[in-house]
C-alpha cells in the first residue's frame, strides 16, 4: 500500500479535474469542495496498490459521491428551507475561493452556466452519465458501477440527457450538436488514418492511455479483449477496419462494419473535448448490438 505521503502528492494532482467532475455534476462549489474531500477520505481508507488508473479510480469515486449527494439534496433542502445553497450560476470560484487553472477550463462554453441551469433539470443518474462520459470522457462500462446498472444503461442514461440538453434553448442545444460535430471529425479521421496505416496520425488522435476492448463475440472473431495505451491500440488497428462505415452508436458518432446488411461489429468511442480518443469499444454480440441501437448509412 502506498504511503500517505505519496498518495497525498498523487491525489493533489487530480484534484483540479476531480473538482471539475463534482462541479459539473453539482452545480455548486461549496458542494464540488466537499465532495473532493471525502474522494480524499475514501482513497486515504482504500488500499489502491493493484489500481492500475488511479484517475479513472477517483473520478468514479467523486461521481458516485456527488451523486448520494445530489439524491441527498432534496431531504436536506426540506430541513434547510431557504437557507439551502442554490446552483451557482456564476462561476465555479463563487463564494471567496481565489480562481486556479481549474476554474478557466470550467468556464468553456460547452460547460457555461447556460449548460449548468439545464443539467439541473436533469435526473441525477441521467446528469451524472452524461457528465462523466460526454464532459469527461469516461468510458460506459467505468460509468455503469457507479449508477448501478450495465454499460448499456449508463449509455441510455446519457443518450436521454443528450437529447433533453438539445431541446434547451442556446447556447446549450449548439453546444451538445457542436460537440457531436467535432467528436464525427476525429472518429471519421481514426478511421482513415487506420485504413491508410498512417500510424503517427493515429498517435495524435488517441489519448497515451487509451484502452481498446472487445467483447466476447469480437474475440471469437479475432479481436483482443482488451489493449492499453496508444501505441499498442495504433498498432492493433493499423491497416485494419477497412469495411468500417459511418454510424451512430447509442446515439454517439461511431462506426460499424457491415457485411450484407448486418452488423458485424459496432465500435463505439469515449472522446475528451480537446479531441484524444479514451476508450474504443468493439461490440459484436448481436443481442449486444441491438440493445444499445446502431444506425449507418
Given at each position: 500500500?502506498?504511503?500517505?505521503?505519496?498518495?497525498?502528492?498523487?491525489?493533489?494532482?487530480?484534484?483540479?479535474?476531480?473538482?471539475?467532475?463534482?462541479?459539473?455534476?453539482?452545480?455548486?462549489?461549496?458542494?464540488?469542495?466537499?465532495?473532493?474531500?471525502?474522494?480524499?477520505?475514501?482513497?486515504?481508507?482504500?488500499?489502491?496498490?493493484?489500481?492500475?488508473?488511479?484517475?479513472?479510480?477517483?473520478?468514479?469515486?467523486?461521481?458516485?459521491?456527488?451523486?448520494?449527494?445530489?439524491?441527498?439534496?432534496?431531504?436536506?433542502?426540506?430541513?434547510?428551507?431557504?437557507?439551502?445553497?442554490?446552483?451557482?450560476?456564476?462561476?465555479?470560484?463563487?463564494?471567496?475561493?481565489?480562481?486556479?487553472?481549474?476554474?478557466?477550463?470550467?468556464?468553456?462554453?460547452?460547460?457555461?452556466?447556460?449548460?449548468?441551469?439545464?443539467?439541473?433539470?436533469?435526473?441525477?443518474?441521467?446528469?451524472?452519465?452524461?457528465?462523466?462520459?460526454?464532459?469527461?470522457?469516461?468510458?460506459?462500462?467505468?460509468?455503469?458501477?457507479?449508477?448501478?446498472?450495465?454499460?448499456?444503461?449508463?449509455?441510455?442514461?446519457?443518450?436521454?440527457?443528450?437529447?433533453?440538453?438539445?431541446?434547451?434553448?442556446?447556447?446549450?442545444?449548439?453546444?451538445?450538436?457542436?460537440?457531436?460535430?467535432?467528436?464525427?471529425?476525429?472518429?471519421?479521421?481514426?478511421?482513415?488514418?487506420?485504413?491508410?496505416?498512417?500510424?503517427?496520425?493515429?498517435?495524435?488522435?488517441?489519448?497515451?492511455?487509451?484502452?481498446?476492448?472487445?467483447?466476447?463475440?469480437?474475440?471469437?472473431?479475432?479481436?483482443?479483449?482488451?489493449?492499453?495505451?496508444?501505441?499498442?491500440?495504433?498498432?492493433?488497428?493499423?491497416?485494419?477496419?477497412?469495411?468500417?462505415?459511418?454510424?451512430?452508436?447509442?446515439?454517439?458518432?461511431?462506426?460499424?462494419?457491415?457485411?450484407?446488411?448486418?452488423?458485424?461489429?459496432?465500435f463505439s468511442f469515449a472522446i475528451t473535448a480537446d479531441g484524444r480518443?479514451?476508450?474504443?469499444?468493439?461490440?459484436?454480440?448481436?443481442?449486444?448490438?441491438?440493445?444499445?441501437?446502431?444506425?449507418?448509412?
Open positions: 500500500m502506498a504511503d500517505a505521503d505519496s498518495l497525498a502528492r498523487d491525489f493533489e494532482v487530480h484534484r483540479p479535474h476531480l473538482r471539475g467532475v463534482a462541479y459539473r455534476v453539482l452545480g455548486s462549489a461549496s458542494e464540488a469542495d466537499d465532495a473532493v474531500q471525502e474522494t480524499w477520505l475514501r482513497l486515504s481508507r482504500s488500499d489502491v496498490s493493484d489500481v492500475a488508473n488511479l484517475r479513472a479510480w477517483l473520478t468514479t469515486v467523486v461521481g458516485r459521491v456527488a451523486l448520494n449527494m445530489i439524491e441527498s439534496r432534496g431531504a436536506r433542502r426540506e430541513d434547510l428551507g431557504a437557507e439551502a445553497e442554490a446552483p451557482v450560476t456564476g462561476g465555479p470560484h463563487a463564494g471567496g475561493r481565489a480562481p486556479g487553472p481549474e476554474d478557466e477550463a470550467l468556464l468553456d462554453a460547452e460547460v457555461s452556466a447556460a449548460l449548468q441551469v439545464v443539467l439541473d433539470t436533469l435526473e441525477p443518474r441521467e446528469r451524472l452519465a452524461f457528465v462523466l462520459h460526454d464532459l469527461f470522457a469516461v468510458p460506459f462500462d467505468e460509468i455503469a458501477p457507479v449508477v448501478d446498472g450495465t454499460s448499456a444503461a449508463a449509455r441510455q442514461l446519457a443518450s436521454r440527457a443528450r437529447r433533453r440538453l438539445r431541446a434547451a434553448p442556446e447556447p446549450v442545444a449548439a453546444s451538445v450538436t457542436a460537440r457531436a460535430a467535432a467528436q464525427r471529425e476525429v472518429v471519421d479521421a481514426f478511421f482513415a488514418a487506420a485504413r491508410e496505416a498512417q500510424f503517427a496520425t493515429l498517435l495524435e488522435l488517441l489519448d497515451p492511455d487509451v484502452v481498446m476492448r472487445g467483447d466476447e463475440v469480437a474475440a471469437r472473431m479475432g479481436a483482443d479483449n482488451s489493449v492499453t495505451g496508444a501505441d499498442a491500440v495504433a498498432k492493433w488497428i493499423s491497416g485494419r477496419a477497412r469495411g468500417a462505415s459511418p454510424a451512430t452508436v447509442g446515439g454517439e458518432p461511431g462506426a460499424a462494419w457491415v457485411v450484407r446488411g448486418t452488423i458485424r461489429v459496432a480518443i479514451t476508450a474504443i469499444n468493439l461490440i459484436a454480440d448481436p443481442a449486444a448490438i441491438a440493445e444499445v441501437g446502431v444506425r449507418y448509412s
